[in-house]
């Protein structure tokens, strides 16, 4: 579950202040934000040189929100709250990054600090509502989101209220265990609580296995939920085609299972490598990458695929891997075999052509710059038409 893809709007951040001009030329002019952050250490009782010091942290954030340069916007945030800790805009910023990075638990403090004087903000409400939901805290969730929608209707947010009611009353009589890394709901009979304990101890074996792998550790718990089938489909909406989900939270239809085998485990490792890149890249992995590194790193191999992949290639059929960026939930179960099958193709391409120390990296910097293919034109030195290129020449080769 994506927040809402709005702009917030930090405004606020500059009225009253005198422009700083550390933007210039399109880009951040470091040594001079460098220089007024030190003028305003030299002289902490001089509000000229404060003002203007408060208004070159904004304008940066302004600018790397527009880059969608999450972690530095994060980071400039957090100096910037250090001057203003009541700056109600910039703890909206705060938060809803702190959303997008996974760090749930901090967006909650956040907005719970600054909803003291800010009760009836719409916005932070709807962001403390998401904070909570992300954290597995579903009745508090609906309550913030119905305070937010009281303060100012939004159709997005009514309909996330909904979903979240409907969990709630799914789940209504759900027990819930925990692990190190994992949080799971499941309805409590004494079967159902042993599957939990085997999938518990199978995911934190794949956590363990996706930490050397992707050089990456979710900061916080990840929230796992058993659905009896009629539920799961319910619940998610999702086709019949779907095994299981993760829209944020890891959602994985029973379907009668007793105990554990080594197709279930595929499966939820599958999904968490999900929550793995999902915070990693910031979100802004494209699916193809998410998809195909998902199945690659959970053991599946595309060599089957192989000769209809040549035959597709021959007849110029091939889908571009730039037009595979987005969901493939609306796609006939034709099509998405053929994307997911693309996907793992493309995935072990590059992970045989550059090596997963790269795709690390490229995960890494995709999160950084908010921007995938400027990442791989950085970290595999280029960009989707050479990507194309390279990937139509492997199939060829093998």
């Not at 702190?98 to 909803?115: C, F, M, V």
């Not at 947010?157 to 409907?166: A, G, H, P, S, T």
């Not at 930490?211 to 990456?216: A, C, H, M, P, T």
């Not at 915070?279 to 199945?295: D, I, V």
């Amino acid at each position: 579950m994506e927040i809402l893809n709005e702009t917030l709007d930090i405004g606020g951040l500059l009225q009253e202040k005198v422009p700083s001009r550390v933007i210039q030329d399109g880009k951040i002019n470091e040594q001079r934000l460098l220089e007024i952050e030190k003028e305003s250490q030299r002289n902490p009782e001089d509000s000229e040189k404060q003002n203007l010091y408060r208004s070159a942290l904004g304008e940066s954030v302004q600018w790397h929100l527009k880059q969608n340069h999450q972690a530095a916007a994060l980071s400039v945030l957090e100096h910037y709250l250090l001057l203003e800790p009541e700056d109600l805009q910039a703890n909206l910023a705060l938060s809803w990054l702190q959303i997008r990075q996974g760090q749930y638990q901090q967006a909650e403090n956040t907005l719970s600090r600054a909803k003291i004087k800010n009760e009836n903000s719409s916005e932070l409400n709807y962001l403390l509502g998401m904070a909570y939901y992300m954290q597995d805290k579903n009745s508090q969730a609906s309550r913030a989101l119905r305070q937010s929608l009281e303060l100012k209707y939004r159709p997005q947010i009514e309909q996330l209220l909904k979903k979240v009611d409907q969990e709630n009353w799914a789940e209504n009589e759900y027990k819930q265990a925990s692990s190190l890394h994992f949080v799971i709901r499941y309805e409590g009979n004494e079967t159902n609580q042993t599957l939990g304990e085997g999938i518990l101890g199978s995911l934190e074996k794949s956590f363990s296995e996706l930490e050397n792998q992707l050089n990456f550790s979710p900061r916080e718990a990840i929230a796992v939920v058993l659905y009896p089938d009629e539920v799961f489909r319910d619940v998610t909406k999702t086709p019949s085609w779907v095994s299981a989900l993760n829209d944020g939270k890891i959602r994985f239809p029973i379907k009668g299972l007793s105990t554990i085998d080594g197709n279930v485990q595929q499966i939820l490792k599958h999904e968490l490598t999900h929550s793995f890149i999902r915070l990693k890249s910031g979100g802004n992995c494209p699916l193809w990458l998410n998809e195909g590194l998902a199945q690659y790193l959970s053991g599946d191999t595309s060599r089957q695929f192989l000769p209809m992949a040549k035959q597709m290639l021959a007849q110029k059929r091939i889908p571009l891997l730039s037009s595979m960026q987005g969901s493939f939930m609306s796609m006939a179960a034709a099509q998405v075999v053929w994307a997911y099958q693309e996907s793992l193709l493309a995935t072990e391409f590059v992970a045989k052509t550059h090596g997963i120390e790269d795709i690390q990296r490229l995960l890494h910097l995709t999160g950084v710059t908010g921007n995938f293919e400027r990442a791989a034109r950085t970290i595999l030195r280029k960009g989707y038409p050479e990507l194309q290129q390279e990937f139509e020449d492997y199939i060829q080769s093998q």
